[in-house]
């Protein structure tokens, strides 16, 4: 079995709100090129296997993953698709290689959310058929109950939700792939529109467009192709239950459990201490704050007194969405997993620019897939 997994090569396309002038094809295309590139492979010779990361309802198109191969140079090689973040993704083509049956695995994932009209009928589609569909509610209203929850037994005030927008705002105007910079106060967030009380529109991240493709190798492989390969240390995932009857509401067990998977294949026991920043799932303001404490970065409820006091800032002892989160770049649907990978990557490289962290050498990275799920993985990675 192979010991060591790196990421040798990273593309990107669109990030964007709109993208009218391409189709999800050619952003793949581009993206996978950027990759092979960088990666320094052919994919039709080097590439053994091939996995995407999709949802049919958001494609629009059933069994996706016969739409893959063309762009990405898979055509007659193993192509799979994973229904979840593309964290999920990474992680399948991590296992592959490390069965020693593959040297070099490509992972793809994409948004072509401008192509959707009517993003939350696709997700009450995921609600429970028979006890939450037929009451039609906007399925926001799900995370607008979690967070009054949250906030509730944790003593987080709305306001810390509030100033994680301002800084994954703020950090996004230092980030060139950025859909949605701003330089916001928690007063503005508060005073937009209430959406799911205490939901307000600011603390919902917006979609965007965009591709990202990553090319994963073996150690030996990674080495010989790559003067800075990034070392994938450990992975995790976890499922908690669907049933809005019966979850936790102020905890996020899953990322509990999918961080306990990935520190301890990375032999992290203290990981405030032992990881440098965090790029986690913010898809929602109140969910940064929950993540952080369901990840260990944290005590619970001490998440929201932290950011206020600067704890989580780029300036921060630890950073914590440097790039700008879901909030700031924009969601990316079932990409947003390898988004934030994509920035651990860029900061560990020290290809991050204007908000680089100095001195960057581990570095968490968390998705969740989103409304009404309770899905999440985790991946920690070093040089």
Request: proline share 5%.
């Amino acid at each position: 079995m192979s010991k060591e997994v790196a990421i040798i090569g990273v593309g990107y396309a669109g990030f964007r709100p709109l993208t009218p002038e391409v189709s999800y094809k050619e952003l793949m295309f581009e993206a996978a090129t950027k990759a092979y590139e960088e990666a320094g492979i052919n994919p039709r010779k080097d590439v053994q296997s091939f996995v995407t990361v999709s949802e049919d309802f958001n494609e629009g198109t059933s069994i996706f993953d016969e739409y893959v191969p063309d762009q990405l140079g898979g055509v007659l090689k193993p192509v799979h698709t994973v229904c979840g973040d593309g964290i999920h993704g990474l992680a399948a083509a991590f296992l592959q290689i490390k069965t020693g049956q593959f040297d070099i695995v490509v992972v793809e994932s994409h948004s072509k959310a401008s192509n959707i009209l009517y993003h939350s009928h696709l997700l009450a589609f995921a609600l429970d058929p028979i006890f939450n569909r037929p009451l039609a509610f906007h399925p926001y209203a799900v995370a607008g109950m979690e967070m009054r929850r949250y906030l509730a037994e944790t003593g987080t005030t709305h306001k810390q939700c509030a100033m994680v927008v301002a800084k994954n705002r703020q950090n996004a105007l230092l980030n060139p792939l950025a859909s949605y910079p701003a330089k916001l106060t928690p007063e503005d967030v508060l005073a937009s529109e209430p959406i799911a009380e205490p939901l307000t529109s600011l603390e919902i991240s917006r979609h965007a467009d965009g591709a990202i493709v990553m090319v994963l190798a073996s150690g030996e492989v990674a080495r010989a192709l790559s003067d800075k390969p990034i070392w994938i240390r450990g992975i995790g995932w976890a499922n908690d239950t669907f049933w809005l009857e019966s979850r936790p509401w102020a905890r996020a067990d899953y990322a509990t459990k999918a961080a306990k998977m990935a520190y301890e294949m990375a032999g992290i026991r203290n990981p405030r201490h032992e990881i440098d920043f965090a790029e986690i799932d913010d898809t929602f303001a109140y969910k940064e704050l929950q993540h952080m404490e369901a990840l260990g970065l944290c005590a619970p409820g001490e998440a929201g007194i932290l950011t206020e006091e600067g704890y989580t800032s780029l300036e921060g002892e630890f950073p914590v969405n440097p790039s700008g989160g879901n909030l700031g770049m924009g969601h990316m649907l079932d990409a947003s997993g390898l988004a934030r990978v994509m920035e651990v990557v860029f900061q560990l490289r020290g290809e991050a620019g204007k908000r680089q962290i100095p001195d960057a050498q581990v570095g968490l990275a968390f998705g969740w897939r989103g409304i009404p799920t309770t899905s999440g993985a985790a991946v920690i990675l070093s040089i």
